[in-house]
């Protein structure tokens, strides 16, 4: 057997658990599976403690290896994942619901919690014959680039919305929202009206609608989004529908508004008022793409 050759020097002062949370801390949306030489080189550990380190999170679940010898996230993590208060009891609450919402609706629907800068879909149900989107159950995106890490992010605090407008904001198309006054103006309409409308900002083509949910004490703790191809609906068509479901899950976490008033959603005629004066600020900031 031909030794692993070490092609760098280990970062030092690293703890064994570092060593292993930098491992899995490779793997992302748009890096699903890696070649053991390709782990290595990312996180900056020698080849031989990669070997070692990634055989160890394949005999325990986390890693799983695939036929052409690449590695990718294991179901041990995915499992795990479910437990957590946040994420899996929040879907055990949320999932009749959204069932609900796609059979009204024939969309894709995503339940979003945050994390840090970004939102983690814990949820998301693919429709079929619809639009394409690259959300997925586990997926994570910056909050400023999805209908429903806008709403986390109108509805966090002022410190936290400066701290995300001060950092380096990814542009995905040319609607992608990312400039800060723009952003602020945006996140100041969404928390008027309660629904946040965008196109293209993930990818072309696409319209997300998003509503947030609140938690006991009515602090918004996740969004409820629907994603559907450009032009196939006006989205004041989707409100009622995702207010009544935002509220039903609400209610369900004992949110005082949604319980108080026995989870009636607005009346149409607000939420369309507000997305007529939304939608306009938003194309006027962002064209959407033609061609």
Request: charged letters at 20%.
């Amino acid at each position: 057997m031909t030794a692993l050759a070490d092609t760098a020097p280990e970062p030092s002062r690293l703890t064994s658990a570092q060593r292993v949370l930098s491992i899995l801390g490779v793997f992302d949306t748009e890096n699903l599976a890696l070649s053991l030489s390709e782990i290595s080189r990312r996180t900056g550990l020698t080849l031989s403690t990669t070997h070692r380190l990634v055989n160890e999170l394949r005999c325990w679940g986390a890693l799983s290896r695939h036929s052409d010898g690449k590695y990718s996230i294991g179901l041990r993590i995915l499992e795990l994942g479910t437990l957590a208060p946040q994420g899996g009891q929040l879907r055990e609450i949320a999932l009749p619901f959204l069932h609900d919402l796609q059979h009204a609706t024939h969309s894709n629907i995503h339940l979003g919690v945050p994390d840090g800068h970004d939102v983690i879909y814990v949820e998301s149900l693919r429709a079929r014959d619809t639009v394409p989107v690259p959300s997925r159950l586990g997926g994570r995106w910056p909050m400023h680039a999805t209908g429903t890490g806008l709403v986390l992010l109108a509805y966090s605090s002022q410190e936290f919305q400066e701290e995300v407008l001060a950092s380096k904001l990814r542009r995905y198309t040319a609607n992608t929202l990312t400039d800060p006054d723009a952003l602020r103006h945006f996140l100041a309409e969404v928390r008027k009206s309660g629904v946040a409308i965008v196109e293209g900002q993930l990818t072309h083509d696409v319209m997300a609608v998003a509503v947030p949910i609140r938690g006991p004490r009515d602090r918004v703790v996740a969004a409820v989004g629907i994603t559907v191809p450009s032009g196939s609906t006006s989205p004041h068509s989707l409100v009622p529908a995702l207010a009544a479901t935002s509220r039903s899950i609400s209610r369900a976490l004992g949110a005082p508004s949604a319980v108080a008033d026995g989870g009636t959603p607005r009346p149409t005629a607000h939420w369309t008022a507000r997305e007529v004066k939304y939608s306009t600020a938003i194309r006027r900031r962002a064209p959407r793409l033609t061609g």
